[in-house]
């Protein structure tokens, strides 16, 4: 069964920082793209990042570009997410996301809640 | 930068036939997928490769793509269906993904 337990979330100010991951179990992790797909509440999801497989082909959307930053550690089964220079409009859940070879995203963690707030 | 667009809401009987649409630049060559998400819970993936649906997904699920539109149509809704819909995409390039702002479809 494919897992997917994000944590790392929680409060933090204006312009903080914070790390989050996400810990994959069920399959084998080096051999699938990951995302960050991110909601806020009440709103719509919104893609933030991807990654390849192997780590070497990286992207983000333009609002977190130069902000945030995507990983990976293959050996041990991980996905980061370095979100620098946090903004108010960053509070969301941010799921961790397993891309499919078909192009879609059919598993999702449960979330990890970021709220940035003074 | 890119973005694909859907109507905010949809409103059906149940029974009836509900379609959900996606506008986008880059769908003549770029697959759409489909997502139902219910309130407070993960996404479920119910169409992928514009039209092939996951296994466990009723078969009134459907969907269809024609130029720069993706739709989504669900014959003969039901209360279950209840749900926020999203379409999802790439850009040109490939790079991007992007989700469309999601539909909010009402079965009463």
């Known amino acids: 069964e494919v897992q997917l337990v994000e944590s790392g979330g929680g409060l933090v100010q204006p312009g903080g920082s914070l790390r989050l991951s996400c810990a994959a179990s069920?399959?084998?992790?080096?051999?699938?793209?990951m995302n960050w797909v991110r909601q806020a509440p009440g709103k719509g999801l919104e893609w933030v990042s991807y990654?390849?497989?192997?780590?070497?082909?990286?992207y983000y959307t333009d609002s977190v570009m130069g902000r945030f930053t995507i990983s990976r550690d293959n050996a041990k089964n991980s996905l980061f997410l370095q979100m620098n220079s946090l903004r108010a409009e960053d509070t969301a859940i941010y799921y961790c996301?397993?891309?499919?070879?078909?192009?879609?995203?059919?598993?999702w963690g449960q979330g990890t809640l970021v709220t940035v707030s003074s | 930068s890119y973005e694909l667009t859907q109507p905010p809401s949809v409103s059906v009987s149940p029974g009836q036939t509900a379609r959900i649409t996606c506008s986008g630049d880059?769908?003549?060559?770029?697959?759409a997928y489909w997502y139902q998400q219910k309130s407070g819970q993960a996404p479920v993936l119910v169409i992928y490769?514009?039209?092939e649906r996951p296994s466990g997904i009723p078969e009134r699920f459907s969907g269809s793509s024609s130029g720069t539109m993706a739709t989504l149509t669900i014959s003969g809704a039901q209360v279950e269906d209840e749900a926020d819909y999203y379409c999802?995409?790439?850009?040109?390039?490939?790079?991007?993904?992007?989700f469309g702002g999601g539909t909010k479809l009402t079965v009463l």
């Open positions: 880059a769908l003549p060559k770029k697959y």
């Open positions: 999802y995409s790439k850009d040109s390039s490939g790079h991007h993904r992007v």
């Open positions: 996301a397993r891309e499919n070879p078909t192009g879609d995203i059919q598993d």
């Open positions: 069920g399959f084998t992790f080096s051999s699938y793209e």
């Open positions: 490769e514009d039209s």
């Open positions: 990654i390849s497989s192997s780590g070497s082909a990286i």
